[in-house]
C-alpha cells in the first residue's frame, strides 16, 4: 500500500453517505472538512493521541489525493488534523469514496488526453 513518513498521516478518504434518517448525501455536497481512516501514521506522529483506524476530521484543502485501489486515499500532515470523530450519528453516515463512482471532468480528461486518473476534490 502506502507508509507514511515524517509528520504526514496516511487515511482513506471517507464521506457522508446518508443521514440517519434516509437522506442522501450527493458526492459533490459542499462541506466544510473533510473526513478519514487513518491507515498509516508517519513517525513524527506515532507518539501523539492519533491511532490507526481513527476517524479523523481534518482541513477539506490540507492533504494530496492519491487514488489507489479503488479508493481515495489523502495524504494529511499532522496539523491538518482538526480532531478525532467521536459523534456516533456521524460515524455511522460515514463511507468510503470508490473511484469507480467519480467521473473524470472535461478538463481533466483534456489534459491527460482522454480518459484522466486526475481527482477533482470538491
Known sequence: MIK???DKI???ELKRGQTAAGILIPLT???PQAYGKII???EEVANKALNVGDIIVY???GGQAISMANKILCCVPY???YGILEDETTLSELEEIKTSAIQPTPEASALAGGDSP???RV
Request: aromatic content about 0%.
Open 79 to 81: 496539523s491538518s488534523v
Open 118 to 120: 486526475l481527482i477533482q
Open 40 to 42: 498509516s501514521m508517519g
Open 4 to 6: 507514511a513518513i515524517d
Open 29 to 31: 455536497a459542499v462541506e
Open 59 to 61: 482541513h477539506k484543502m
Open 10 to 12: 496516511i487515511v482513506v
